[in-house]
């Protein structure tokens, strides 16, 4: 099994910053680790993830040049720096790690584990 805590969450004015964790224990975990976001009545949405072995980022469009996802393999921690949050920011923040084989990284039925998740909210 593998846990997944995230932190970081919080509210935070349209403009502003905050930077998430999730931290990994257990066993060995998979070669990708991502985020997700779900606001209140849509569907759980891919955000960002990363290749563990080698640190190659995805992003999905509306992020992209705001959010950066890193790791720290001797913390088996993954990080999302997000910079110039907007109100449609708002969500549930998830992290998840999978092996994504043969799948695509924002599936969210390619990864096996997940977080409890953490409340951003960017207000306006």
């Known amino acids: 099994q593998v846990q997944l805590v995230e932190s970081g969450g919080g509210l935070v004015q349209a403009g502003g910053s905050l930077r998430l964790s999730c931290a990994a224990s257990?066993?060995?975990?998979?070669?990708?680790m991502a985020w997700f976001r779900q606001a209140p009545g849509k569907e759980r949405e891919f955000v960002a993830a990363?290749?563990?072995?080698?640190?190659?980022?995805f992003y999905v469009d509306s992020v992209k040049g705001r959010f950066t996802i890193s790791r720290d393999s001797a913390k088996n921690t993954v990080y999302l720096q997000m910079n110039s949050l907007k109100p449609e920011d708002t969500a549930v923040y998830y992290c998840?790690?999978?092996?994504?084989?043969?799948?695509?990284?924002?599936?969210?039925?390619?990864?096996?584990?997940w977080g409890q998740g953490t409340q951003v909210t960017v207000s306006s």
């Open positions: 998840a790690t999978g092996e994504v084989l043969g799948t695509s990284v924002v599936v969210p039925s390619s990864y096996h584990y």
């Open positions: 257990g066993r060995t975990f998979s070669r990708y």
């Open positions: 990363i290749r563990w072995s080698t640190g190659v980022p």
